[in-house]
């Protein structure tokens, strides 16, 4: 009876660890593949090789890196814009705050509003962070 990979005739002829004396296969062990009567599996000449899949031409993964440089691109374009905006802007305003009064260019009121309205989301932003990390914690244990 004959295989995929052949019957006795591609079997090794020479002595096998099996034959020489003391290298006795236990009960219940395995034969190695070449020895098994019932092996299947396709012999290198009977092996079609699987192309590896292309890579799509001109199409590159964006990096961490190629993002970082995006934004630091995109800050440096508003950093323009706020200059020329402060820089046209440059006539005195009346600011009061709590009782306080003030006389500064209206740009940098703006501008100094805008920061306080940044600081303020970034603390509610890291307060809720926290609290989630706390939560996380918690779960984990």
Not at 52 to 71: E, Y
């Amino acid at each position: 009876m004959t295989h995929a990979r052949g019957g006795a005739a591609d079997r090794p002829t020479g002595p096998t660890n099996h034959d020489l004396p003391g290298t006795g296969v236990p009960e219940g062990a395995l034969e190695p593949a070449e020895l098994r009567a019932g092996d299947v599996r396709p012999g290198a000449e009977e092996a079609t090789p699987v192309p590896a899949p292309a890579k799509p031409a001109g199409k590159a993964r964006p990096t961490r890196i190629s993002g970082t440089w995006v934004a630091v691109i995109a800050g440096l374009l508003v950093l323009v814009v706020l200059l020329i905006f402060i820089l046209q802007n440059l006539d005195p305003a009346t600011v009061r705050f709590f009782g306080a009064e003030g006389s500064l260019p209206l740009a940098i009121a703006m501008l100094f509003s805008a920061i306080g309205g940044a600081a303020l989301v970034a603390l509610i932003g890291g307060a809720r962070i926290l609290q989630l990390r706390k939560q996380a914690r918690h779960i984990k244990r």
